[in-house]
């Protein structure tokens, strides 16, 4: 029997782990958090310090039943959950739960999961850590109070099940603030001018002009109009191009460090064009345990949530005599390379970097799939890059003079690539191509070969992708490596962001009108100062250099006080809708943006008189109109009213039966449809079968054909296999954009993700062939 119990939160980390420790120690998941706020109420006790009220989660009683039974009669109990805040509120509340065994307890911190790292953990453990479960819970309880004060509040005046965040709502803010940028943005006309050369030497090349009678032409400061352009060009044309002066110097360019949890997300994001929750779930799962053949199961990576890009000295020294022995000794520096952390970071973490530079993509791939194998290989190409030389360039400017006018023209000659022999990092903008020069000497004189002027526009700032948010949350200090994917997340399942054709976040009417409201009732809150403070604070209780009471108490004052004004000042649109300056076909009322069910319609302001809606169509500069309605489609149902034909219309909530006479008769049927089997039986109650339905609104969901007996209901698919991470009873299967048929757990907390396996085709049936 083991003598000793090691709990984790993933069923895979377990499995790694198990491998590791042998048969002394057994190793239970606790499929994440244990205990959490309770859903159907605050759950705070404001009164007496702001007191949690942890109860255990739906579905967890089971497990933790089961580590109670387990820790019994142990030697020693190890609480392994992951090494930051989270994981050490799961690694506090768990010990809790355990009674008279939780003097055995030790924690034990994992930043990287294989053999070594593991025993070395296991042989000197260290106590929980009560400052770091204290900044959790004042997280925690800071999100509960601004989550479910604010939100009866929008409930009220805008809009019922809709939410706010304390830091949701800054990225929000955010979000809107640049579209407003981009409306209030006026395209400016500015014109660039080369000219196409060549010398004694080939080949020909092109320089752009860079000044004119001494005054700069960047397009920036100074933007060069169209009738400037054509003096220039008459000036030029007539006069020779004569080289005035050659400039060479050596530039040398530094590798980037390697990953931190914001760069990753973001590196990803440019090449892969992985969102920031995909690329943590690939990551987790790099992290936790991949099986390698007869080898079994290894943790690829160290910990992905991290924002120190410090590397351990074992790490440094193995990295540097892989590149030695692969790359050559003129690829290693002198000293290896170090980087400087953030002021937020916490010292003690590690950067992202592979668990052993021994194993490259190439050697492992065959163990991988598509995606695990794509993210392993930018982390592991970053971090070996990180260690190796600069790349060293010869760089040639030349300015070529013609009448007034400068040209300019540049180009580089790649001496030694150094990192660059491994990884070039990505950039959100194209860099400005720089060509081959041909060897030119001063005074020489050019021959020209014609003139290219073009027209350019100015561009407005770009909409944020969840990666250039991310950036800007991490330059102002919002959030924390955990937090990241979770606020995207969140701000696009509330309906206050959606996403372009190009991944680019744009706020939705519903967004516009809950930030404005957010910001003049609550300026404090919604400014990235405060919340960037806040976050500070955090980092001082993590190290024992405040009270979290006094910090929650700091905060709730002013809070209460704003949000006692704004139940009394904050506007109510939610019957009476936004205005939009747009006119009723019907009555001449004035049509107001209203959100329902189904999201932003529009309607009439004098409903109930009038009952006209419609569908909203935007324009890039944020204009509105409304959506011509589709042609109606005649059916054999007569109106119940009048006896004329009823025809197919759409409306928000789906498809629906309407009189033809409309609007002299308003009357209408819903569709009725038979439910679909599926074939699939009910993972809840085990002897009804999953039917596909449709709901009052026309929305297909899917429930337990035993109901009202059994009131399973979900509205993806219901796949009946187990989670291979979490061992929930079922998953679900949904058809997403980018990766397409994807199955996912249904315990939310889990966050397993995969391709649905591809179901082979049966072979065509052989023709049969006619008899004689």
Known sequence: MAKNLVIVESPAKAKTIKRYLGSDYQVMPSVGHVVDLPKSKLGVDIEHNFAPDFVTIKGKEKILGEIKTAAKGKDNIYLASDPDREGEAIAWHISEHLGKTKSKVSRVLLHEITSAAVKEAVANPSKLDHNLFDAYQARRVLDRLVGYKLSPLLWDKVKRGISAGRVQSVALRIIVDREREREAFRAEEYWTLDARLTGKNPPPFKARLYSYKDDRIDNKAYKLPEAQAREIIAAVEKAPFTVKSIERKEVRRSPAPPFITSRLQQEASRKLYYQPRRTMQIAQKLYEGVELGEEGAVGLITYMRTDSPRVSDQALESVRNHIGSRYGKEYIPDQPNFYKSGKQSQGAHEAIRPTAVERDPESIARYLDKDMLALYTLIYNRFVSSQMMPAVYDRTTVDIESADAIFRATGQVMKFDGFMRVYIEGQDEPEDEEGTLPMLDEGETLTLLGLDPEQHFTQPPPRYTQATLIKVLEEQGIGRPSTYAAIMTSILRVEYVEEDESKRMRPTSLGRVVNDMLVKAFPDILESSFTAQFEEDLDKVEEGAENWVKTMKRFYGPFAKDLADAKKKMPEVKHKGLPTGLKCELDGGDMVIKWGRNG?????????????????????????????????????????????????????????????????????KRLQSDPVKTGVACPECKEGEILERRSRRGKIFFGCGRYPKCKFAAWNKVVLQPCPSCGANYMVEKDLKRTGITWQCANKECGYKAPAPVVAQPEPAPASTPPA
């Open 600 to 668: 932003e319609f529009l309607a009439c302001s004098n409903y109930p008189k009038c009952t006209n809606t419609g569908e909203i169509a935007r324009d890039d500069q944020g204009n509105i109109t409304m959506k011509a309605p589709s042609a109606p489609v005649p059916s054999d149902e007569v109106c119940e009213k009048c006896g004329k034909p009823m025809v197919k219309r759409r409306s928000r909530f789906g498809e629906f039966l309407g009189c033809s006479g409309y609007p002299d008769c308003d009357g209408i």
